[in-house]
C-alpha cells in the first residue's frame, strides 16, 4: 500500500523555520518523483515545487524560491521541505504527493499526482 506521511508543521512566528518531513512507504523511494503542495482556507491548492526521482534534481516556484528548498534521505525514504523566514502568508495545510513520472513544468500541478498524503498544519502568526 502506497503510502505518504507529512509531519513537522506547527505554530511559529513570523520570520522563523520549519522543516517538514514526507516519510513515504509502499514503493520504491527513488522510482517516483515527489511534489510539495499547500493549500491555505479558501484557496485552491498549490504548487511550492518538486524533486525528480532519477537524479533528486529540484524545482522550486518563484514565489517561494530562495526561502523554501527540498531535499531528501534516500536511507530514510523522506523527503523534505525546509521553510525560512515564514511570514503569516504561508499559513496554509501542507501536503506531499507522489507520480511516477512528472515533467517539471507541469510538477505544480495537483492533476499530475497519483498519491497524497494527508496534509500537516503550518501557522505562522505576526
Known amino acids: 500500500e502506497v503510502q505518504l506521511v507529512e509531519s513537522g508543521g506547527g505554530l511559529v512566528q513570523a520570520g522563523g523555520s520549519l522543516r517538514l518531513a514526507c516519510v513515504v512507504s509502499g514503493f520504491r523511494f527513488d522510482d517516483y518523483d515527489i511534489g510539495w503542495f499547500r493549500q491555505a482556507p479558501g484557496k485552491e491548492r498549490e504548487g511550492i515545487g518538486c524533486?525528480?526521482?532519477?537524479?533528486?534534481?529540484?524545482y522550486i516556484k518563484n514565489s517561494v524560491k530562495g526561502r523554501f528548498t527540498i531535499s531528501r534521505d534516500n536511507a530514510k525514504n523522506t523527503v523534505y521541505l525546509q521553510m525560512n523566514s515564514l511570514n503569516p502568508e504561508d499559513t496554509a495545510v501542507y501536503y506531499c504527493?507522489?507520480?511516477?513520472?512528472?515533467?517539471?513544468?507541469?510538477?505544480?500541478?495537483?492533476?499530475?499526482?497519483?498519491?497524497w498524503g494527508q496534509g500537516t498544519q503550518v501557522t505562522v502568526s505576526s
Open positions: 504527493a507522489a507520480a511516477q513520472e512528472v515533467l517539471v513544468v507541469r510538477c505544480d500541478e495537483p492533476d499530475e499526482y497519483d498519491y
Open positions: 524533486m525528480d526521482d532519477s537524479d533528486g534534481e529540484t
